[in-house]
């Protein structure tokens, strides 16, 4: 072989030397772009879900400012809620005390008074008997209990109207009020206070269940002996009745009214005891006949106070 034949395969041979190394470092070349143009791909891809998100980010972010100024608007209408109610509370502290001072003894015109009381309300007879008392403009005294509480809102007519609102009982249970002092004193605590919080006045003016001459207690023996004494101790005024209407009993209009013209003739002072129950209407169907009886025979119409006259009967326990 000559030379020349040589050089002709050596430079074939470096040819396709030179070829293939071009082509491997091509192949290398395209392979490193698509890698790269993959991982910018993937970078750009990224990048859109990093701006989806932060989109849905500030979406959340105002969402929850909005909720903040909601907030905010609705804190500042409940703080001058606030303010109104604290100005409301203040005039209503002012008016309670106004009410705390006792109503003033009333001017009496002549020597003969009486006292209509009326135990155990309110009740449905409760607005009947107050425009029956308005109509004669005559004032009375409730005795009341905690027993209908729908119809607390006769017991504020009542006082608004210039009657007394005397303690009767909250509970009207004998064997519970009379089981004990205490038990007495934290019945007539609740009746005095739910008074209070009906009226701005804590009336001091009571009369015991079955009257302080009652038999019904003697399952605790001297148990009215000892409440007389320390109801008068702790400033309360307890009244009895020196006349009897005797609608307790059921008594008819015409009973009622021959007890009223019976016995009242024999008192200068009369304390006449009613009922405003349910189902007393004899009771309210002879008021008005017993009012004109009184003014008729020269009696003054006045409800209790503290400097009223306590009519008290004999203590039999």
């Given at each position: 072989m000559n030379e020349w034949k040589r050089f002709g395969i050596v430079l074939l041979i470096i040819s396709i030397l030179f070829f293939l190394i071009v082509d491997v470092l091509m192949y290398q070349s395209i392979t490193e772009k698509n890698i790269k143009l993959h991982q910018?791909?993937?970078?750009?891809?990224?990048?859109?879900?990093?701006?989806?998100?932060?989109?849905?980010?500030?979406?959340?972010?105002?969402?929850?400012?909005d909720?903040?100024?909601?907030?905010?608007?609705?804190?500042?209408?409940?703080t001058q809620k606030e303010e109104q109610l604290k100005q409301?509370?203040?005039a209503l502290k002012e008016e309670k005390a106004k009410k705390e001072t006792p109503p003033q003894p009333p001017v009496v015109t002549g020597n003969r008074v009486v006292y209509l009381t009326f135990d155990d309300g309110p009740s449905p007879r409760t607005s009947e008997i107050l425009d029956i008392l308005k109509k004669y403009n005559v004032k009375a005294t409730f005795f009341v209990t905690n027993q209908n509480s729908q119809y607390d809102y006769l017991i504020k007519r009542a006082y608004d109207e210039g009657h007394t609102i005397g303690l009767?009982?909250?509970?009207?249970?004998?064997?519970?009020i009379y089981g004990s002092e205490d038990a007495y004193f934290a019945d007539l605590?609740?009746?005095?206070?739910?008074?209070?919080?009906?009226?701005?006045?804590r009336s001091t003016i009571i009369r015991f269940p079955g009257g302080s001459s009652n038999t019904v207690s003697r399952f605790n023996p001297g148990i009215m002996t000892r409440l007389t004494q320390l109801v008068e101790e702790r400033g309360f005024y307890y009244h009895d009745w020196n006349v009897d209407s005797e609608d307790a009993a059921g008594a008819n209009e015409e009973r009622q009214m021959n007890n009223v013209m019976t016995y009242s003739p024999k008192h200068e002072v009369v304390n006449l005891l009613m009922h405003d129950s349910g189902n007393k209407y004899?009771?309210?169907?002879?008021?008005?006949?017993?009012?004109?009886?009184?003014?008729?025979?020269?009696y003054s119409i006045q409800p209790l106070t503290p400097s009223s006259p306590c009519v008290?009967?004999?203590?039999?326990?």
């Amino acid at each position: 072989m000559n030379e020349w034949k040589r050089f002709g395969i050596v430079l074939l041979i470096i040819s396709i030397l030179f070829f293939l190394i071009v082509d491997v470092l091509m192949y290398q070349s395209i392979t490193e772009k698509n890698i790269k143009l993959h991982q910018l791909e993937k970078n750009i891809e990224t990048l859109f879900t990093i701006r989806k998100e932060n989109k849905t980010s500030q979406k959340e972010v105002q969402v929850v400012t909005d909720e903040v100024e909601k907030m905010q608007k609705e804190i500042d209408k409940l703080t001058q809620k606030e303010e109104q109610l604290k100005q409301q509370e203040a005039a209503l502290k002012e008016e309670k005390a106004k009410k705390e001072t006792p109503p003033q003894p009333p001017v009496v015109t002549g020597n003969r008074v009486v006292y209509l009381t009326f135990d155990d309300g309110p009740s449905p007879r409760t607005s009947e008997i107050l425009d029956i008392l308005k109509k004669y403009n005559v004032k009375a005294t409730f005795f009341v209990t905690n027993q209908n509480s729908q119809y607390d809102y006769l017991i504020k007519r009542a006082y608004d109207e210039g009657h007394t609102i005397g303690l009767h009982t909250s509970s009207h249970n004998y064997h519970e009020i009379y089981g004990s002092e205490d038990a007495y004193f934290a019945d007539l605590q609740a009746i005095q206070d739910k008074v209070y919080n009906i009226t701005g006045y804590r009336s001091t003016i009571i009369r015991f269940p079955g009257g302080s001459s009652n038999t019904v207690s003697r399952f605790n023996p001297g148990i009215m002996t000892r409440l007389t004494q320390l109801v008068e101790e702790r400033g309360f005024y307890y009244h009895d009745w020196n006349v009897d209407s005797e609608d307790a009993a059921g008594a008819n209009e015409e009973r009622q009214m021959n007890n009223v013209m019976t016995y009242s003739p024999k008192h200068e002072v009369v304390n006449l005891l009613m009922h405003d129950s349910g189902n007393k209407y004899a009771t309210v169907n002879s008021l008005e006949a017993k009012i004109k009886y009184y003014l008729d025979n020269g009696y003054s119409i006045q409800p209790l106070t503290p400097s009223s006259p306590c009519v008290h009967h004999g203590v039999n326990n």
